[in-house]
């Protein structure tokens, strides 16, 4: 550990927006992410820790602390600190699946619990995304998806209010928007565009519902729905993803055109039949 300590001691600031004890978090959770300690290794003591890297022992214990909330590390009384290995919550968010639940293994024990679902009128770059006029009000919901009585998500969505204004108070089809879209409502959910980007949690609400502290990595996840028979989306989405997440993809190679095919089959035979 102590050359991995040298690569990284460097990188602690006090002059950053982000507290010490997550900075050192960040860093010897990095260490145990690398494979360099195996689940069941003893891990370095607070004092160790806090000698090796130059901070307080207050520091090196949150450090350690966040460690152990987030399942890195576990404690076991009279004997020590130990690695726990780390098991990311899968999910496939860039597969065909348009609903964001049924991006859930089909194992977990998934929980969604609506956090807020109030009128408001929508923020300029909204109402835009959802081709109405300035000022026009929208229906909000905040979301917070947990798996295994983990919070693993915020998610956040915008519908026109004129359109669903039913939807304040009643509730969804099978804890699904996309679900209660087509069955309550007869909208066919199309396609949906979505994006992903990394960057660092600064919504001070979203990051008390994920258990997190501000500044924390997190992936933000954007999304327009579309139904079948119109032009502009009838939802955007916007969630918020902790760091326990890992996300998977397959690609396929598309085969070859039967056109270019045969037309490469042609240019080899030619090739063959030169002398």
Not at 78 to 94: D, E
Not at 121 to 135: A, F, H, I, Y
Not at 138 to 156: I, Q, T, Y
Request: aromatic residues 8%; glycine residues 6%.
């Amino acid at each position: 550990m102590e050359s991995y300590i040298q690569e990284t001691i460097g990188l602690l600031s006090a002059e950053s927006t982000v507290p010490l004890y997550h900075q050192l978090y960040r860093l010897l959770k990095r260490f145990i992410e690398q494979g360099n300690l195996e689940p069941g290794d003893r891990f370095p003591a607070e004092e160790t820790i806090a000698a090796m890297y130059g901070v307080s022992r207050p520091t090196a214990n949150r450090a350690v602390q966040e460690l152990i909330s987030n399942d890195w590390l576990a404690r076991e009384r009279g004997r020590g600190t130990f690695v726990r290995g780390k098991q990311l919550i899968g999910l496939a968010l860039l597969s065909n699946n348009l609903s964001l639940t049924e991006q859930f293994p089909p194992d977990a024990l998934l929980k969604t619990q609506i956090l807020a679902r109030t009128v408001l009128e929508g923020p300029k770059d909204t109402v835009s995304r959802l081709g109405l006029p300035r000022g026009s009000q929208v229906l909000f919901f905040r979301r917070l998806r947990s798996m295994n009585d983990r919070p693993v998500m915020v998610c956040d969505s915008y519908l026109p209010y004129d359109r669903f204004s039913d939807l304040k108070t009643t509730g969804w089809v099978n804890d699904s928007l996309y679900a209660t879209l087509e069955q309550k409502y007869g909208y066919v959910v199309e396609r949906s565009e979505r994006s992903l980007a990394a960057g660092e949690l600064l919504d001070q609400q979203v990051a008390e519902c994920l258990q997190v502290p501000p500044f924390s990595p997190m992936l933000s996840l954007k999304g327009l729905t579309f139904v079948e028979g119109e032009t502009h989306p009838i939802e955007y989405m916007e969630a918020f993803v902790r760091e326990c997440v890992a996300f998977s993809n397959t690609v396929v190679r598309r085969e070859q055109p039967k056109e270019r095919a045969s037309e490469t089959s042609a240019i080899e035979e030619q090739g063959k039949a030169k002398p």
